[in-house]
T-cell receptor
Framework: GAGVSQSPSNKVTEKGKDVELRCDPI?????LYWYRQSLGQGLEFLIY????????KSGLPSDRFSAERTGGSVSTLTIQRTQQEDSAVYLC????????????????FGPGTRLLVL | AQSVTQLDSHVSVSEGTPVLLRCNYS??????LFWYVQHPNKGLQLLLK??????LVKGINGFEAEFKKSETSFHLTKPSAHMSDAAEYFC????????????FGPGTRLSVLP
């Protein structure tokens, strides 16, 4: 079946511009996560959506970052007034989250969006 | 708090020799533990996971890992390395029932020499 998809696969932007990154999770998965992977680094948690609950935004690095999830499916991560340090690969993952909070659930990752801020 | 330590940032082995990638974790709760692999310019793929069942877990491509609570370890092994195993490997702990429940280790880059 279809996996997690993300678009665009690559994005080059100028410093100060806004960007939107899109994630389509696996159908039926109620939990959705955004991560950031900087060059040579591990994954940094950004935000988590679970069903209709308020998202866990505890990982967002600044108020320039925001995300929404419409209809419990597609999610958009928006970065306003991009800075060069925002350059990274942004990964989306989804899971069934049969247990509260998705504890122990396998996360399925998309291919990522590679963002370069000039 | 929970954390993951991957003791080696880079491991290099010869093709056909055993692979050992080390992972230690700390957690206040009984954890679930995962190994993910990331090939160059590819997405993250689940290799295997431990969720309080058998302590020796078998995954894809001949990999396995053993959960040792007394040592707080979850090392990844493979008896014989293949060139296609060259990739970045991430150990992950999940122990908190909330959003930030996946904590990734910094990764170990595996090189396989011919």
């Amino acid at each position: 079946g279809a996996g997690v998809s993300q678009s665009p696969s690559n994005k080059v932007t100028e410093k100060g511009k806004d960007v939107e990154l899109r994630c389509d999770p696996i159908s039926g998965h109620t939990a959705l996560y955004w991560y950031r992977q900087s060059l040579g680094q591990g994954l940094e948690f950004l935000i988590y959506f679970q069903g209709n609950s308020a998202p866990d935004k505890s990982g967002l690095p600044s108020d320039r970052f925001s995300a929404e999830r419409t209809g419990g499916s597609v999610s958009t991560l928006t970065i306003q007034r991009t800075q060069q340090e925002d350059s990274a690969v942004y990964l989306c993952a989804s899971s069934l989250a049969l247990r509260t909070g998705g504890f122990g659930e396998t996360q399925y990752f998309g291919p990522g969006t590679r963002l370069l801020v000039l | 708090a929970q954390s993951v330590t991957q003791l080696d940032s880079h491991v290099s082995v010869s093709e056909g020799t055993p692979v050992l990638l080390r992972c230690n974790y700390s957690s206040s709760y009984s954890p679930s533990l995962f190994w993910y692999v990331q090939h160059p310019n590819k997405g993250l793929q689940l290799l295997l996971k431990y969720t309080s069942a058998a302590t020796l877990v078998k995954g894809i491509n001949g990999f396995e890992a053993e959960f040792k609570k007394s040592e707080t370890s979850f090392h990844l092994t493979k008896p014989s390395a293949h060139m296609s195993d060259a990739a970045e490997y991430f150990c992950v702990v999940s122990a908190l029932p909330r959003g930030q429940n996946f904590v990734f280790g910094p990764g170990t880059r595996l090189s396989v020499l011919p």
